[in-house]
């Protein structure tokens, strides 16, 4: 899980460097070829028949508008705001997912929880640093991007019997399908061997990230590693100062750190509640 996050954040860093010479729709159709062509090998033994009989269809239509939603968002968001501003917006994703829960799902919540959820939305406010000019529009698609990858993780609940190669697939596909309708009104020549080279790593280093994250949820309980995913904003951090000399902000420290607090409590709120109830096992399997 540890490196998993390193190499999100090492990703994420590469596709900083690359929106500021080439335009959103070129970058998201190379990085989207890269990760299509390492992913194809996993669909043989039956993959695509998987791809003929999906479940809820309509459900992994909305999910795949959602991630490329994501996806374009996340670089536009990239090239104007520093790296930890970007991930501590995305890293609030688990606090929409929370409030979201009870209308889209049906799940109840106790006063702890809308507790914890109350202070996450303080802390994204502080990021925002509230005042006149707090809703930019980088900052504006920014909260619209982590609340479509809120809604990635919300329909991930209701799309529990699709493989996860398959997901991973239809978001590849998807974000092609957009990048393409993109890349014609800012395609750019490609400057030099090392552009290429870091544009067709962007897709395997984040393939890499996910399979690695997979691996790791199978490996131990969730509760023991999926807190480690706030390392990422760690890394932003590190990777922010050392490629593009951006030092955090006192309100997005302040921000990031309520709302790392909100998400973990809610993270382990719902464990404990769902081992009362009998829905997790009380130790890891």
């Known amino acids: 899980m540890l490196l998993g996050m390193l190499m999100f954040a090492l990703n994420d860093a590469m596709a900083k460097a690359l929106v500021a010479d080439y335009g959103l729709g070129q970058v998201v159709v190379l990085r989207s070829l890269a990760a299509l062509v390492l992913l194809l090998p996993f669909l043989a033994g039956g993959g695509w028949r998987m791809v003929r009989h999906v479940e809820q269809p309509r459900m992994q239509l909305a999910r795949v508008l959602a991630s490329t939603v994501e996806i374009i968002t996340f670089y536009f968001a990239v090239k104007a705001l520093p790296l930890a501003d970007v991930m501590t917006y995305w890293l609030a994703a688990p606090i929409y997912v929370a409030a979201a829960s009870p209308f889209l799902l049906g799940e109840r919540l106790g006063w702890r929880r809308i507790s914890a959820i109350l202070v996450g939305f303080i802390g ?66 490609i400057a030099s061997t090392g552009h290429f080279l870091m544009l067709s790593m962007l897709g395997v280093v984040s393939m890499g990230a996910h399979m690695l994250v997979n691996r790791a ?54 464990r404990q509640l769902k081992k009362r109830d009998g829905i997790l096992p009380a130790v890891p399997e």
């Open 124 to 189: 994204v406010l502080i990021t925002l640093e509230p005042s006149s000019q707090m809703f930019t529009p980088a900052a504006t698609v920014s909260i619209a991007g982590s609340a479509a990858f809120a809604f990635m993780m919300l329909s991930g609940r209701s799309l529990r019997g699709t493989p996860d190669r398959m997901l991973v697939l239809f978001q590849v596909v998807a974000a092609l399908i957009g990048g393409l309708f993109f890349a014609p009104f800012d395609w750019a020549p």
């Open 217 to 270: 949820l199978k490996m131990a309980d969730a509760a023991a590693v999926a807190p480690l995913q706030y390392t990422l904003l760690l890394w932003a951090v590190i990777f922010g100062w050392l490629f593009f000399g951006d030092v955090p902000r006192p309100s997005m420290i302040v921000g990031a750190s309520l709302i790392i607090a909100s998400g973990l409590f809610i993270f382990f709120r719902e």
